[in-house]
């Protein structure tokens, strides 16, 4: 139990063929067609600056006039089925993370906007907020004082699996009786059940870092970069929706 993250998972990283048990076939390895820290950082940063374009389109669009909805519900889905397509091929992933984040990108801009027409202001807090969270984790990491233990790992996975099911199972509930989940509206108990995501959210960064990291140590193909890649994208969209909630909510206080 590494990461929940389906990209960043044991078994995903374990069925990529790593460079080391190539070595006793002969072949002459290049170093060039390893997966590198480096690679994967710069991997990373393509499918921020493809998904904030994306974004950026429907933001527009929204402004001027077009409803969000269509373009952002549709995002999802294909965001959704190119992230399935990628768990089971991640060999792909350099056509499928691209296209991940042009979609997602649409899910995205078109959720911050609606955000953004309620609560003024709210988007810059959350990508802020999000961006912080993100160096401060990273940092922690980077500079051993968090260390991403096997219990570590079982903990927050227990907790990230939890909160799919709850979710799930409240969406079902909500959609066919008139059962109001708890994590609605803007009480107390709502209020805290957000932080507590957010917690969890940002601890599955320290397990994507680590596996990451492992996969470099293990010289696994280059394609993995772009799939290490998809995978933190995947975190950092779910920790930027979560705090586009919670200060949703604290707005309405």
Not at 5 to 17: G, Q
Request: hydrophobic residues 50%; proline residues 4%; glycine residues 6%.
């Amino acid at each position: 139990m590494n990461s929940n993250n389906p990209f960043l998972n044991n078994k995903t990283f374990s069925n990529a063929v790593s460079r080391k048990d190539e070595v006793h076939q002969a072949t002459i390895i290049d170093d060039n067609q390893d997966m590198t820290l480096a690679g994967t950082i710069n991997r990373s940063l393509i499918l921020f600056l493809l998904l904030t374009a994306s974004a950026t389109v429907i933001w527009w669009a929204t402004f001027n006039g077009i409803n969000p909805i269509v373009p952002a519900f549709g995002g999802a889905i294909v965001g959704l089925i190119l992230v399935v397509i990628a768990a089971f091929k991640p060999q792909y992933s350099p056509y499928l993370a691209p296209g991940y984040a042009l979609f997602e990108g649409l899910f995205i801009g078109g959720v911050s906007a609606i955000f953004e027409v309620q609560y003024p202001g709210i988007v810059t807090q959350a990508v802020g907020a999000t961006f912080v969270t993100f160096a401060v984790c990273l940092g922690l990491y980077k500079y051993k004082i968090v260390k991403v233990t096997e219990q570590f790992k079982s903990v927050v996975v227990a907790a990230t699996l939890a909160i799919a099911t709850y979710y799930i199972i409240s969406w079902l509930f909500s959609m066919f009786t008139s059962f109001t989940p708890v994590h609605y509206g803007n009480s107390m108990m709502s209020i805290g059940i957000s932080a507590f995501v957010i917690v969890i959210a940002a601890l599955n960064l320290f397990l994507d870092f680590d596996r990451i990291e492992k996969g470099v140590e293990q010289r696994m193909p280059k394609f993995m970069e772009w799939y290490g890649a998809m995978g933190l994208m995947i975190t950092l969209v779910w920790l930027y929706i979560e705090f586009l909630r919670l200060l949703s909510k604290l707005s309405k206080k």
